[in-house]
């Protein structure tokens, strides 16, 4: 057997999914014109799956201070927190962000991927248990492989079913960690924060929750699902990202035990890479400052999410059933999808392609993702193109055959 033949299924996925004329994870953004616009292709191209949810990769204020940091900083760390990696403005922004949550500790990892790989790996090891619903993002199954506790899947969204389990652990030996996200990636559906809280209540178990996608996007002051929810008292952990609402790159955990500052000599992701480069520090302390300073941020982002999710539902397409700034639209043969995504961008629009195993329950999605900073024209514009797509493709009717069959 070769070294890559176990790859053979996927390479035969992927040379079907490029058949439709482009590959859809090989896009090359040619010049970023704005937060909203690319050139792909030759083509100016409407950024509609970036998850850049607040528009800053272009605020001033975080491109001046990332340009000054980097003038006297340097280009980067070229080591570790705990070896030469740990600046000033690291614990800078690890204060801001503690400040932010309502929290006593924070650590800053170099990506988000790494902040779950990080913390969750670490909290529980051997004789614990981890418990994580079924549509965990890779990040945390991956930490769920790193660690050594005893993993346990419940059905998504469900706390009837996480009730369930952890009842079958009552009397086990060993801490119980269980692991959502306030956003879900792919269906941009939202957990159910406040009984999945009643539920680790009732069996003492720990909670720690990803806000990756929902960080700056819900809550009065962004907080997420846990502020929107009003559970922030009751989440023992908390994860995200720098890399969505931010517009940057990192991620960090948060939390109130006592005991959390252990975790910078016992988590292995945190020790063993190099740290965040002082000007994307400055950049996401900045963007995290323009935030408190601007909510109304986030009410042009759900103003937005409105435009385009009752546009696109007005015109026929399965969308996911909560709204948010993920959208996400149902196609189930990936290989139909494929041809939908490759028309979009060649009229100018661009979207993800999200395709299983990646996915929930095998299906295919367009997967968009609303910005403060789209216009009403462009979202507009977005619907129109998709609009003409899916018709082409028969994925949705066209409106002259509805009135047609209607009378």
Not at 203 to 226: C, I, N, P, Q
Request: hydrophobic share 40%.
């Amino acid at each position: 057997m070769g070294l890559f033949d176990r790859f053979k299924t996927i390479r035969e996925v992927h040379g079907a999914v490029t058949a439709c004329g482009a590959d859809p994870f090989g896009v090359k953004m040619e010049k970023i014109v704005s937060s909203t616009e690319a050139m792909v292709e030759g083509r100016k191209t409407i950024l509609c799956g970036s998850n850049n949810y607040l528009g800053l990769t272009f605020e001033p204020g975080c491109v001046a201070a990332a340009q000054d940091a980097l003038a006297e900083f340097g280009t980067g760390t070229t080591g570790s927190r705990i070896a030469n990696g740990s600046y000033s403005c690291h614990k800078a922004l690890e204060a801001d962000l503690a400040d932010f949550y309502g929290k006593k500790h924070c650590m800053v990892f170099t990506t988000g991927y790494q902040a779950n790989l990080g913390a969750i790996s670490t909290l529980v090891g051997p004789g614990d248990y981890l418990i994580i619903d079924a549509d965990s993002h890779a990040s945390i199954y991956d930490a769920a492989r790193l660690g050594h506790a005893t993993v346990i899947r419940f059905r998504h969204n469900d706390p009837a079913d996480l009730d369930k389990r952890l009842a079958r652990l009552a009397g086990e030996p060993g801490n119980k960690l269980v692991v959502v996200e306030g956003i879900y990636s792919m269906l941009g559906d939202h957990a159910p924060l406040k009984e999945f809280v009643e539920v680790k209540k009732k069996h003492g178990a720990y909670l720690l929750v990803d806000e990756a996608h929902s960080m700056g996007v819900m809550g009065k002051t962004g907080r997420g699902l846990l502020e929107q929810d009003g559970v922030d008292a009751d989440v023992d952990f908390v994860t995200g990202t720098f890399s969505k609402s931010m517009g940057a790159i990192g991620g960090f955990l948060i939390s109130d035990h006592e005991d959390f500052e252990i975790l910078r000599v016992a988590c292995r992701p945190y020790m063993f890479t190099a740290s965040m480069p002082p000007s994307i520090v400055a950049s996401v302390r900045q963007s995290l400052a323009h935030l408190r300073k601007h909510p109304e941020l986030m009410t042009k982002l759900w103003r937005n999410v409105d435009t385009l999710y009752h546009g696109l539902e007005a015109a026929g397409f399965r969308l996911g059933r909560q709204k948010g700034p993920v959208v996400a639209i149902h196609i189930n043969d990936p290989a139909l999808a494929a041809r939908a995504w490759h028309g979009l961008l060649q009229n100018g629009v661009y979207v993800n392609l999200a395709l299983p195993p990646a996915t929930p329950s095998g299906t295919a999605l367009l997967r968009c993702s609303v910005c403060a900073a789209h216009s009403t024209d462009q979202l507009q514009r977005v619907i129109d193109v998709v609009t003409k797509v899916g018709q082409e493709l028969g994925l949705i009717a066209d409106p002259s055959v509805r009135i047609a069959a209607a009378e």
